[in-house]
Every structure is written in structure tokens, then in C-alpha cells.
């Protein structure tokens, strides 16, 4: 099979909408690749403020994120992936509310973009990708075969945010999570490259009102209506 044939879900939307908890039972499921493109964005920003470089070094960011030393390891049955930059755990670091607010920044920046685009498309790897972001379905994989547009109301994405941070043991309080998410949301999907939009041939998913196992079932059917499991 050529890499072009291997087949790819994109998950696009805004954060808290359920992509990353989405797209990690789908690849689980269906055996396949997971590509977490946010971290890639959160690992430049966490390099970026170890290294000293100023978030407005669009040339110096874009080095950070070519040379970004990154593995990501599968975690056991239903356990995350683990992250790891230069040889440190650091799945929980690229989590917290600061560094996402970086990540959204340098992801603002065109170089940047360019300098994570390959290492995003050599996740398209047999049997399949499924892959989670903002651009994937508009950018990095425009020929997936399945396309979808999660979206929820501000106010259930940030309480989705708050018990996820809450979980992993970090404190987080409402009205913060919320204004920090409606800053992201304008931030992302404003900017000039590659903003958060649904790709026309995107089908647009309102969770919302949906449960998990609800979303994951509507897109696994999705998938095999177009025979790609
Ligand atoms: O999905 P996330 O919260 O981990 O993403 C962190 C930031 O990275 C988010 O504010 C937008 C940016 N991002 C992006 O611009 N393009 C992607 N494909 C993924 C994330």
C-alpha cells in the first residue's frame, strides 16, 4: 500500500470539544496510529520557554520545533501515551493551562507550522492514522478519506477541561478555564495560517448534548460506511 492509500481520520475542532479522549478509544479500537498534533504544538512552546526563546522569535521557534527531540510512547491498555522531550516525561507538563495558551501562540507562526509539517504526515502509517488537531483535515491530510468537525458549547468544553485537570491532579478553577478557552478559540481561528475551520468536506459532529461512547460509535459507523475498516 503507498503511503497515500494508507487510510486517515482527521479530528478537527476546537479544544474541549472530547478530540484527544475521541481519538485515542478510535485508534485503540481500530488498532491504528494516533497523531497528537496538539502536543507537537505544546512541546515547541515547553522547549521553546526551556531554551529561553522569545515567543515572538518566529525564526528561533521554528528551529525549536525542526529539532524538537520527541518519542511518543503507546501506554498499556487504555493508559495515555507517554510523552517524552529530550529524554524527560513530560506528559503532564505539556498539559497545564500556561502551556497550552503558548502552544496557540506559536502556533500562530507560519514557520512553525512548516517545520512540524512533515513530522505530522510520517505519522500516516499502516494500517491507518487517526489524527487530532485543528488543521487536519484543511491542511495536513486534505485527501483523508474521513473528515470530521467536532464542536461543543464553550461552557461544556470548559467544564470538560476543568474535571480533565482535575483528574490528572491539577488545580483549575471555571471562569478561568473559560475565558482562557474563548481566548484560544478567537486566537485559532483567526489567525492568518491555517486557521481552525471545518474542511468543506467535513461532517460537523455537536457533542455537546453526545457521550463519549456516542461520538465514538457515530464515527467508527462513519468509517465503515466508506469500507475504510
Ligand atoms: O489540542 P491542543 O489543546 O493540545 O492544542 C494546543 C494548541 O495548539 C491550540 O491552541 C492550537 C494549536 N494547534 C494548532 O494550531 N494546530 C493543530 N493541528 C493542533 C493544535
Known amino acids: 500500500m503507498s503511503a497515500q492509500q494508507i487510510p486517515v481520520i482527521t479530528l478537527d475542532g476546537p479544544g474541549g470539544a472530547g478530540k484527544g479522549t475521541i481519538s485515542q478509544i478510535i485508534a485503540g479500537q481500530l488498532g491504528w496510529h494516533l497523531l497528537d498534533s496538539g502536543a507537537l504544538y505544546r512541546l515547541t512552546a515547553l522547549a521553546a520557554e526551556r531554551q529561553g526563546v522569545a515567543f515572538d522569535n518566529e525564526a528561533a521557534l521554528a528551529d525549536v520545533a525542526r529539532n524538537l527531540d520527541v ?16 529524554g524527560e516525561e513530560v506528559s503532564q507538563a505539556i498539559r497545564t493551562e ?18 512540524l509539517l512533515q513530522r505530522q504526515r510520517d505519522f500516516q ?14 491542511v495536513v491530510f486534505t485527501d483523508a478519506p474521513l473528515k470530521i468537525y467536532l464542536t461543543a458549547n464553550a461552557d461544556e468544553r470548559a467544564r470538560r477541561r476543568v474535571k480533565q485537570l482535575q483528574d490528572s491532579g491539577i488545580d483549575a478553577k471555571f471562569q478561568a478555564i473559560l475565558s482562557e478557552i474563548k481566548t484560544r478559540d478567537e ?11 471545518p474542511a468543506d468536506d467535513a ?12 461520538v465514538v460509535t457515530q464515527i467508527i459507523d462513519l468509517a465503515k460506511a466508506r469500507a475504510l475498516v
Open 71 to 86: 518519542a511518543f510512547l503507546p501506554g498499556k491498555e487504555n493508559e495515555p501515551v507517554s510523552v517524552i522531550l529530550a
Open 98 to 115: 500556561a502551556t497550552g495558551s503558548n502552544a496557540s501562540k506559536v502556533a500562530a507562526l507560519n514557520a512553525v507550522r512548516d517545520a
Open 125 to 138: 502509517q499502516s494500517p491507518g492514522v487517526v489524527a487530532d488537531g485543528r488543521d487536519m483535515g484543511t
Open 187 to 197: 486566537r485559532d481561528m483567526n489567525r492568518d495560517v491555517a486557521p481552525l475551520k
Open 203 to 214: 461532517i460537523t459532529l455537536d457533542t455537546t448534548e453526545m457521550s463519549i461512547p456516542e
